[in-house]
């Protein structure tokens, strides 16, 4: 059960790093916050576990995967992002939503290098927490009509442990914009959200951020 909860830390940082949800964030020029999903979007149990935004350098897409370099975080200078987690107790399943706003012609070749990774990144291995994880990479099935561009990647890993590590991730540029939706799990199933909230996540940009 340690390995678990290791991997289980691990996993609730992947795309959002830094203070805690509750705590209070600097005003940026651009505050994405609003245009991300909320709890009450959400089936009943997920409660706020992670969020951030680029003031504090921690919003990422992609994540932290050497063994992958498609996976390499995506954000850098001139980007504005936000980023929350949600969790549905200590072992996940955990959702997270991040939000990022491009400068001009910059979210294309973002969408491109994470297109990128079911081709480069088939299979190859990650210590996550101590913990060899050996990780497969699969395209998944999603809506075309959610933006310019969507991709779906469904990331499986296993451990000698016998734990499983599973992500259900989908990316989808609209103008500037790329949101990414991230359902992962260890050792139990994923929600299976990603697939009926890209379209709410989507909606909600368009709403809430000029642009998108």
Same mark, same amino acid.
């Given at each position: 059960?340690?390995?678990?909860?290791?991997?289980?830390?691990?996993?609730?940082?992947?795309?959002?790093?830094?203070?805690?949800? %509750?705590?209070?964030?600097?005003?940026?020029?651009?505050?994405?916050?609003?245009? *991300?999903?909320?709890?009450?979007?959400?089936?009943? =149990?997920?409660?706020?576990?992670?969020?951030?935004?680029?003031? @504090?350098?921690?919003? %990422?897409?992609?994540?932290?995967? $050497?063994?992958?370099?498609?996976?390499?975080?995506?954000?850098? @200078?001139?980007? %504005?992002?936000? +980023?929350? #987690?949600?969790?549905?107790?200590?072992?996940?399943?955990?959702?997270?939503?991040?939000?990022?706003?491009?400068?001009?012609?910059?979210?294309?070749?973002? !969408?491109?290098?994470?297109?990128?990774?079911?081709?480069?990144?088939?299979?190859?291995?990650?210590?996550?927490? =101590?913990?060899?994880?050996?990780?497969?990479?699969? $395209?998944?099935?999603? $809506? +075309?009509? *959610?933006?310019?561009?969507?991709?779906?990647?469904? !990331?499986? =890993? @296993?451990?000698?442990?016998?734990? +499983?590590? %599973? +992500?259900?991730?989908?990316?989808?540029?609209?103008?500037?914009?790329?949101?990414?939706?991230? @359902?992962?799990?260890?050792?139990?199933?994923?929600?299976?959200?990603?697939?009926?909230?890209?379209? #709410?996540?989507?909606?909600?940009?368009?709403?809430?951020?000029?642009?998108?």
């Amino acid at each position: 059960m340690r390995m678990v909860h290791r991997l289980a830390a691990v996993a609730a940082a992947v795309a959002v790093t830094g203070s805690p949800a %509750t705590a209070a964030h600097a005003q940026a020029s651009e505050d994405l916050r609003p245009a *991300l999903l909320t709890a009450a979007d959400l089936p009943g =149990g997920f409660v706020p576990v992670a969020a951030a935004t680029n003031d @504090d350098g921690a919003v %990422t897409l992609g994540g932290n995967f $050497p063994g992958c370099p498609s996976l390499a975080p995506v954000t850098g @200078d001139g980007t %504005t992002a936000a +980023a929350v #987690t949600y969790s549905k107790g200590a072992v996940g399943p955990y959702l997270t939503h991040a939000l990022v706003h491009f400068p001009a012609g910059g979210a294309a070749p973002a !969408m491109d290098r994470l297109a990128a990774a079911v081709t480069t990144c088939k299979s190859f291995s990650q210590d996550l927490a =101590g913990i060899t994880v050996r990780f497969t990479l699969t $395209p998944a099935q999603v $809506p +075309a009509t *959610l933006g310019e561009r969507v991709v779906g990647v469904r !990331m499986t =890993g @296993d451990t000698d442990f016998g734990v +499983a590590v %599973t +992500a259900d991730i989908v990316a989808v540029r609209r103008g500037e914009y790329v949101l990414w939706l991230n @359902d992962m799990a260890v050792g139990t199933t994923g929600a299976g959200l990603v697939g009926t909230l890209a379209r #709410t996540a989507a909606d909600r940009c368009a709403q809430r951020a000029k642009g998108c």
